[in-house]
């Protein structure tokens, strides 16, 4: 794997999660306890024996730079190779399905063409897992493939498929068909937006797209060269949360209080690494109440914790009740208030009695440094 690079790719729609993105890129988005989305991809990549990895930035990224920092916690802090942000080329593009991420990569080609590794491995943020590149790297040589896609075969009941993007396999696991975000599902393999490629390949295909005037990466430099490239599938076989609402973040962060999603998202096949604090142990009153909980370091809880994740720095007063909720970093939630179904953002003051619910799919979202 010292041969592979990897390319974090932030240029996603955040429209989707604009409630938890005002002050931050969904890539830096809080997730549970004391994580953020980025965290995940960086540390699969990072555990598969990726050494060289650049981040496509988007706009509002100094909390993702405040987060990574050199990429010390993630063992990025090299002379050679290591973390490398890569700026956007201009800020204002539309919102919708394209990414418009082309001449975005097509600003960066010294730093794809100087990297000494032969192939790159491409990635988003939003896909939540814990997973080893090597096997499907070793798959992707031995077909002899020009790009693999990892995908993830997804039961229909359980995901609205019409937001992902499908794929179609043959019998050997050559892809035959790719939809974005189709309006008749034929399929429940969902890409996992992961591509592994030879880096002259990916140079070939800005080039290519960007002399067209064409602006997608997946839809224009893949999709439409299904029929010339042999793009092939590997299945990924774990856990995987794709995070595209606010449905969907508060739904996965509540499949983390499952010990068995708990345990395969965090620890196997390797850890998953986030900035280090160094806060004090959590603090619990002697007729404090704690069920079915993810609590993080430096808090202090009082009241009645239940089915919640709650992150670093939240003070939980006596009296206070907090049941199905998300409540993130610093927020202070004081005696006598209820909260259910609620996602509260950093710093927000709950006053004193107030009651504030929401429902199952519709969590109610406080944005940050708020008081109620």
Not at 209 to 227: A, F, Q, T, V, Y
Request: hydrophobic share 40%; glycine share 6%.
């Amino acid at each position: 794997m010292k041969d592979v690079m990897g390319i974090i790719n932030l240029m996603e729609n955040e429209e989707f999660l604009k409630e938890v993105t005002q002050h931050r890129p969904a890539a830096a988005i809080p997730i549970g306890g004391r994580y953020r989305m980025i965290d995940f991809i960086l540390s699969n990549m990072v555990n598969s024996g990726i050494r060289n990895i650049g981040i496509i930035v988007q706009t509002k990224y100094r909390a993702l730079m405040d987060h990574l920092g050199n990429g010390k916690d993630w063992d990025l802090d090299r002379k050679r190779d290591g973390l490398f942000y890569l700026p956007p080329a201009y800020f204002h593009y539309p919102l919708g399905i394209y990414r418009w991420d082309i001449r975005h990569f097509h600003s960066h080609l010294d730093y794809i063409s100087y990297s000494r590794q032969k192939y790159v491995i491409i990635s988003g943020s939003n896909m939540i897992c814990n997973l080893d590149f090597r096997p499907a790297f070793n798959f992707h040589r031995q077909m002899q493939a020009d790009i693999t896609v990892l995908y993830k075969e997804e039961d229909a009941l359980s995901e609205d498929l019409s937001q992902f993007t499908i794929i179609e396999t043959a019998a050997d696991g050559r892809i035959v068909d790719m939809a974005m975000q189709p309006d008749k599902i034929s399929s429940t393999k969902v890409s996992m937006e992961m591509y592994i490629m030879e880096k002259s390949l990916l140079v070939e295909l800005i080039n290519r797209c960007s002399s067209r005037g064409e602006c997608d990466l997946i839809k224009d430099g893949i999709i439409k060269n299904l029929d010339r490239l042999k793009i092939y599938g590997y299945p990924h076989q774990g856990y995987l949360a794709q995070i595209n609402s606010i449905t969907s973040y508060f739904r996965h962060n509540m499949d983390l209080l499952n010990p068995a999603i708990w345990q395969q998202l965090f620890f196997k096949p390797g850890l998953i690494y986030t900035k280090v604090k160094d806060g004090a142990p959590t603090k619990y009153a002697g007729d404090s109440s704690v069920q079915n909980a993810i609590i993080a370091n430096d808090c202090i809880i009082e009241g009645t914790v239940e089915n919640s994740i709650i992150f670093r720095g939240v003070h939980i007063y006596r009296g206070a009740y907090v049941k199905d909720s998300i409540i993130m970093q610093k927020t202070t939630i004081a005696e006598d208030a209820r909260v259910e179904y609620v996602i509260a953002d950093k710093e927000v003051f709950i006053t004193k009695g107030k009651h504030l619910k929401g429902e199952k799919d519709y969590p109610l979202v406080i944005k940050k440094k708020t008081v109620i």
